[in-house]
């Protein structure tokens, strides 16, 4: 099988594409952006680019996301013909985003599979406490039309999680399928310096968000504390907010910008009472290097996962395949990933007493809730390792071959 990735960066696709490679197991080739190609065509093999476009200032408010993203998808069209004139292609694996297959639909006698991680922020949901800006709900609109217009136009469409696939109209359900990307996680002995006779509470997110639950662990942390004292909270990620609207609240409660937080997570913290400093409970470790992230998920002792909104964060897989003890609400893609009492201990994300009496069992008898740790890491190789996952894609990948065979006929 001849497949062609195709997305701006390699993050979504660049593990398969390169087990695939590896393993012999096809002719994996990766459409990126020229920029991303000058950085990796030593390091990755069987690269391609694709002009990158330059930002338009001067377009319309509304659509200025959707027109860089057609205008990547001619670059994107431009190349394939260029890649075609060295070898043939089965099958192309667009990014919805980042891979537009706006322009390939109906262009090549390709069968077209298009990953989608949601189809909209309005679907994918965020804190009613901090609501989605009129000017965000207009863009949602297109960026909606869109999912949903390449759901229909391709031969199959992957999201990460069922709960993903929920969020979709059930006419096109049949087109749908859930496969989360494949990991190849290592353990290792963490260089994280830790608080002697401290025990050390963590929370990761790629953003410090509400709807990625940093501001329920603070709450349930400071219920924590009025139980057990020797505790320390490490919550790592970025202040900087991706999929949801907490500094647009900011901006509208804060006026004036010279006494605006500077981010969501200093505006909780500040609420809260809480600073950050040696004598603190609270440390925020910032995205780094992965070797520093690794070495934070690997030092904690247990970490709490109250996700609020998402349709597969990656982070929670760094955790089990790390074998940690990992407390998370039962809401969204989580079930779907840990069994309570099994791999994990699951919550209603509401409620913080049981929360914090969950993690006070856990704290004042670690040894009876390792075996936690033990069979998520277990359950994380067995399920998620990219050895396992690799497979399934292929599979997927040939029923849209024969598909589009089909519909061709």
């Excluded at 996680?185 to 410090?208: N, W």
């Excluded at 913290?269 to 040696?278: D, K, Q, S, V």
Aim: charged share 20%; aromatic share 14%.
């Amino acid at each position: 099988m001849r497949i062609l990735f195709v997305h701006e960066g390699l993050g979504q696709f660049e593990h398969l594409h390169k087990y695939l490679n590896g393993q012999g197991l096809a002719n994996s080739w990766f459409l990126c952006s020229t920029g991303v190609y000058e950085a990796n065509k030593d390091k990755v093999s069987n690269l391609a680019p694709f002009q990158a476009v330059a930002e338009n200032d001067k377009t319309y408010f509304y659509i200025k996301n959707i027109e860089a993203r057609v205008q990547r998808s001619f670059s994107i069209k431009k190349s394939i013909h260029q890649v075609l004139a060295k070898t043939g292609i089965d099958l192309i694996v667009a990014h919805g985003s980042g891979g537009y297959p706006l322009q390939l639909f109906g262009e090549f006698d390709i069968p077209i599979v298009t990953y989608i991680e949601f189809p909209s922020f309005g679907h994918h949901g965020h804190d009613p406490k901090y609501p989605q800006p009129e000017y965000a709900t207009y863009r949602d609109k297109l960026f909606e039309m869109s999912s949903f217009h390449q759901v229909l136009k391709s031969d199959m469409v992957i999201v990460p999680s069922a709960y993903a696939k929920s969020m979709f109209p059930t006419c096109l359900h049949d087109k749908i399928v859930p496969q989360m990307e494949g990991f190849q996680i290592t353990r290792r002995k963490s260089q994280f310096k830790k608080e002697p006779g401290v025990f050390h509470i963590g929370f990761s997110a790629r953003d410090l968000s509400s709807a990625k639950g940093f501001e329920q662990f603070v709450l349930i942390a400071k219920e924590i504390l009025k139980r057990r004292q020797k505790v320390k909270f490490v919550f790592c990620g970025s202040p900087k907010v991706l999929y949801s609207y907490e500094e647009a609240y900011l901006q509208t409660q804060f006026p004036d910008k010279a006494s605006r937080p500077e981010s969501f997570m200093h505006y909780v913290l500040a609420r809260e009472g809480i600073t950050l400093g040696p004598d603190s409970a609270f440390q925020h470790v910032s995205f780094a290097a992965y070797d520093q992230f690794a070495d934070f998920i690997e030092a904690m002792d247990l970490f709490l996962y109250p996700l609020q909104y998402g349709s597969a964060n990656w982070g929670i897989f760094e955790i089990l395949f790390r074998g940690r003890v990992v407390i998370a609400s039962d809401r969204c893609f989580v079930p779907e990933v840990i069994q309570h009492g099994r791999n994990g201990l699951l919550c209603d994300y509401e409620d913080i007493d049981l929360w914090a009496h969950r993690a006070v069992q856990v704290i004042d008898a670690p040894e009876q809730y390792a075996h936690l740790g033990t069979n998520a890491e277990k359950d994380a190789n067995e399920r998620f390792h990219i050895s396992k996952v690799a497979p399934a894609y292929l599979d997927i990948f040939q029923t849209a071959i024969s598909r589009h065979r089909l519909f061709k006929d």
